[in-house]
């Protein structure tokens, strides 16, 4: 994809410049001429919005910090400080608390995405791992930050997902100690966890870079997946076309954050974490934050503390099998009939994974957890590797044009490629 | 497709009846507090400052004999959305307190009348000395508990998933006053064959209906001078209102701002699409 270079300096200033740091001909290629396919729909507008969230969390979260302290008996204070004292304080906490959140929409969506029209299969393999390395990131960066207020959900949260690691052979109760500083979730914990917070997003965005450094390369999926074959017939300029699409995606993204900084800002927290953090008390019921729970369903799923631990970590490690796993040759869901059943019904397992995560276990949630947990196993390591072998794929159209001509042109051409898409409404 | 719609639709089936029985087992006996109507709630949402000035009152008299409001000041009280009072009644509020300062020039501590800058004060001198006042139990600071408490209105599937995603529809955030409100008027002689310790008092709405706190509120207690009905409900919703503002004293700031941000965002993207739809209108895509 990354053809010739099409940027043409206009001026002495800019030739004088491109001979030694060609750094708009970098930007002008990435983001002005490189060649997107014209028929992406708009779950292909999440790369944006997720780097426009990056964006978001890092600029809150610095001004955050000139007023937060991490320090256990002030940390608590300190956000308080920062929603009374401290101006548009609560809109920074807001953004940033919700923005978590939002950011984890985007991602799960974009992860579906990648899922449905198989943009995890070569020549994309390296850009869907360097993804899963992102996600792997991104959930440490939110599980400490939901630390740093020092209210008892996150105290009482580092517990339970520290002592997971006590699970390891041997070395587990050292490893624990070593991680909480001490003999418990205390001050050096909530120290080391705001370093740690404030590191990993700067690599988080290091690796997106290197993300989109590979997508560069390898091109673009597209809802046909089918590759590029005619880069004239098949794609667009990214400016303006997927700007324009992008930057309305984008908006409209901002407005469902918008609606719940503004009207619903503690909904998707935990009403315990304006408690502040007490060793002596346990809350009645421990949850992590929503975008754990189908891992947290998984973990407390097997009867073992070791083994869930095990599941938890394989739940998402496996992710990056998926390349390898999936056997098919096709793509797209577009054209394989009853791997969309089944991504249908994986969608509705990780849902139903995360209700029974926020539900107090029982014997009737245990069980339910169980079967969707091994479901969960069995859609990775069984089913796909089979059906790429047994399932009959539709006629894949020559080229993207055709899928596009297929689609637009006459009722009668539309067939399969227009019903099955899932939504084209964004 | 068809079959595997029934197919999913079974399995759902299954799953609420599984999900059922086990939520049956742990039914606790507690009531679901009532909603009120709230004068800050939904979108245009802003506080009832003679409501807070009374909820103000309620806390002073009544509840600040036990529990604190350390993150509050009393110069907050003259806050634009908060009870906004003026800023000579705020001075003659914090005077009417001593204040503990110090060290002086002579490296003693002295008191001192209290002033519009200091944060309000607690009876007690420390956590210990509030719980043994109050039979081992430490009543829990007031600054953010209307944010810190709340509850559900179900806990069966798919109750419980419709009524989450009803409230963020809705903008149902009173959760935490409703809650108060309903516990302040939830006190009731316990059901026959129930003990009750002592030092402990039944209440419907707490969880586990078991409550250091005596019931605080009776009619008459507090004296209104605008006329309000002297009642323990109304003392209840009163002082909930305060304490929500005391949890969220720029709630109405929040709101007011959220409009705006509302309608730039909507308008901008309104355009957006018509430059996007400009753009790809010569794109077959």
């Known amino acids: 994809m990354s053809g010739h270079s099409s940027y043409t300096p206009s001026n002495g200033f800019s030739r004088w410049l491109d001979n030694r740091l060609p750094i708009v001909r970098l930007a002008h290629d990435s983001f002005v001429s490189y060649p997107t396919p014209r028929n992406l729909n708009y779950f292909w507008t999440f790369g944006g919005i997720l780097s426009l969230m990056l964006v978001a969390q890092i600029v809150t979260g610095i001004v955050l910090v000139m007023h937060y302290t991490p320090e256990s008996t002030m940390a608590f204070g300190s956000v308080e400080h920062i929603m009374r004292d401290v101006n548009y304080g609560w809109l920074l906490r807001y953004l940033h608390a919700n923005g978590a959140s939002m950011f984890f929409v985007a991602v799960y969506l974009h992860m579906f995405r990648g899922l449905y029209y198989g943009s995890y299969k070569a020549p994309r393999e390296v850009l869907w791992i ?88 390898v091109g673009q999926n597209n809802p046909s997946g089918v590759e590029v074959t005619d880069v004239n017939k098949d794609t667009v300029a990214f400016t303006p076309y997927a700007t324009t699409k992008d930057g309305f995606a984008m908006l409209c993204f901002l407005i469902f954050y918008s609606w719940f900084v503004f009207y619903v800002p503690n909904f998707l927290g935990h009403a315990d974490n304006y408690i502040p953090a007490n060793a002596l008390v346990t809350p009645a019921h421990i949850v992590p934050e929503w975008y754990y729970l189908p891992f947290y369903a998984i973990l407390r799923a097997v009867p073992s503390k070791l083994g869930g631990v095990i599941a938890m970590f394989s739940a998402i490690a496996l992710l990056a099998f998926l390349p390898w796993l999936d056997t098919s040759k096709v793509r797209s869901a577009t054209f394989r009939p009853v791997y969309r059943a089944f991504f249908w019904i994986l969608v509705i397992v990780c849902l139903g994974l995360g209700y029974l995560g926020s539900q107090p276990p029982t014997d009737g949630t245990t069980f339910v957890a169980r079967i969707f947990t091994s479901y969960y196993f069995m859609h990775f390591l069984v089913i796909l590797p089979l059906l790429g072998l047994f399932e009959t794929p539709l006629k894949l159209p020559t080229s993207i044009a055709d899928a596009i001509l297929a689609k637009t042109g006459s009722a009668a051409a539309m067939g399969h490629a227009a019903v099955a898409e899932p939504n084209t409404k964004g | 497709m068809l079959k595997i719609k029934i197919a999913l639709f079974a399995g759902f089936v299954a799953v609420a009846g599984a999900l059922s029985p086990a939520t049956a087992q742990e039914a606790h006996h507690n009531l679901v507090p009532e909603k009120q109507n709230w004068s800050f709630s939904g979108p245009f949402g802003t506080y009832d400052h003679a409501q807070l000035q009374r909820g103000y009152r309620v806390f002073r008299e009544v509840c600040s004999n036990c529990h604190s409001m350390k993150f509050m000041a009393f110069r907050n009280l003259a806050d634009k959305g908060g009870p906004e009072f003026s800023e000579s009644q705020v001075k003659a509020l914090a005077a009417e307190y001593k204040i503990k300062d110090g060290p002086n020039d002579a490296g003693e501590m002295y008191e001192r009348a209290g002033r519009a800058s200091d944060y309000f004060p607690w009876t007690f001198a420390n956590p210990e000395a509030a719980k043994a006042a109050n039979g081992g139990a430490l009543p829990p600071d007031m600054s953010v508990l209307a944010k810190a408490r709340s509850f559900h209105r179900c806990d069966w599937f798919p109750c419980d998933v419709s009524n989450a995603l009803l409230d963020v529809v809705t903008q149902y955030q009173e959760h935490g006053p409703d809650y108060i409100v309903g516990l302040l008027n939830g006190y009731a002689t316990p059901p026959a064959g129930e003990e009750i310790a002592p030092g402990l008092n039944y209440n419907l709405v707490m969880p586990g209906n078991k409550i250091a706190m005596a019931k605080p509120l009776s009619d008459g207690q507090v004296d209104y001078t605008d006329g309000t009905p002297k009642t323990a409900v109304q003392y209840s919703r009163d002082v909930a209102a305060f304490l929500m503002w005391a949890a969220e004293p720029k709630l109405e700031e929040r709101k007011k701002t959220g409009f705006r941000a509302m309608v730039f965002l909507i308008l901008f993207a309104t355009l957006m699409w018509f430059v996007k739809r400009r753009v790809w209108a010569d794109v077959a895509h």
């Open chain 1, 130 to 217: 360097l993804g899963v390395i992102i996600f792997l990131l991104m959930m440490a960066t939110g599980f400490m930050g939901y630390v740093l207020p020092w209210g008892q959900m996150s105290f009482w949260g580092a517990k339970v997902i520290t002592s997971l690691f006590s699970a390891i052979p041997i070395v587990g109760d050292s490893v624990t100690t070593w991680l909480w500083g001490g003999y418990s979730v205390d001050n050096p914990t909530l120290n080391r966890f705001f370093s740690l917070h404030f590191l990993l997003p700067f690599m988080i965005a290091g690796v997106v870079i290197l993300h989109v450094w590979a997508l560069h390369v």
